[in-house]
């Protein structure tokens, strides 16, 4: 058969198949979250308000060893050191979830399965985008992007693990422990709760991406090493805004924060530098 340029039809009936794989791995796993509720519910969107919480005890114990080390320094010196351990205690969450609505937790739960579905198929989503967009490609296209899949799904989730790790205990902690009058009880709802812990995940895990987007824009001939390195304070400053935005207002969560975002710029230049050093080379 002679070879014809695919009009949007063609296009769209190729890559049909493609959507269809992917929504039914959504579905089925988002029906499989929907069937683990207490795993998906109670231990993973809830585990951060808990004391056990693997970031609330670690903090905790870095807390207490700073105010053990500051009562050994004031010993030997006789300075007045001191820290207050329950500073980095970020599990004395005193608060109620509430629902008001009457089909809430059902809508809820729904939404958490579908949103779980969504995650947790986002490698084979993303390996039916590649196998889509693969005829299209050179064969060197082809050994240039067949780890992408791989690099997407490693940003993503190690973004996706900070955030919940990180961001979310130290967010929570601040917000529920905030007080503008001791007359305020926090009843909170269970859906501006959930909302805090996914957005701040998944706004963290889209944030891994960057070195992944400088790739193809360097590629492309949009960004250069030399002009990433140029704009080295305007990338400081602007992630330390960010930073502070997503973040609790005190200087540890974000130097806490700030040190993975501006590695991810620093390693962007280096990624940026060595496309072109491949591509001077004709790689």
């Known amino acids: 058969m002679a070879e014809r340029e695919m009009d949007f039809w063609d296009h769209f009936a190729a890559l049909r198949p493609h959507l269809v794989r992917s929504a039914v791995a959504v579905v089925v796993l988002g029906v499989a979250a929907f069937l683990a509720r207490g795993v998906i519910v109670d231990g993973v969107l809830f585990g951060p308000r808990s004391a056990d919480f693997p970031t609330n005890r670690l903090l905790l114990a870095v807390g207490q060893a700073l105010a053990v080390l500051c009562e050994r320094l004031e010993a030997w010196t006789g300075w007045g050191w001191s820290v207050d351990p329950g500073a980095f205690d970020v599990s004395r969450l005193d608060f109620k979830l509430i ?44 050994a240039v992007t067949h780890r992408f899949v791989a690099w997407v799904s490693l940003l ?26 001791p007359s305020i009880v926090n009843m909170i709802d269970v859906g501006e709760y959930l ?21 193809f824009l360097t590629r492309m001939g949009l960004v250069s090493a030399a002009g990433l390195r140029s704009y080295r304070r305007h990338a400081f400053v602007a992630l330390l805004v960010l930073a502070a935005i997503i973040t609790p207002p005190d200087i540890f969560s974000l130097v ?4 993975p975002l501006y590695w991810l710029y620093e390693s962007s230049i280096r990624l940026a530098a060595r496309v072109e050093r491949r591509q001077a080379d004709g790689q």
Do not use: C, D
Request: glycine content about 4%; proline content about 5%.
């Open 99 to 142: 629902n008001t609505s009457l089909a809430g937790q059902f809508n809820l739960h729904m939404k958490i399965s579908l949103l779980a579905g969504v995650v947790i198929a986002m490698p084979y989503v993303l390996w039916e985008f590649w196998r889509f967009v693969k005829p299209a490609l050179t064969p060197h296209e082809v």
């Open 156 to 181: 993503f989730f190690t973004g996706l693990l900070f955030g919940y790790f990180v961001i979310v205990p130290l967010s929570l902690n601040f917000f529920i422990n905030y007080e503008a009058s």
């Open 195 to 215: 909302s805090t812990v996914v957005v701040a995940s998944v706004a963290t895990a889209l944030l891994f991406q960057l070195p992944l987007l400088v790739y």
């Open 256 to 259: 806490l924060v700030i040190i």
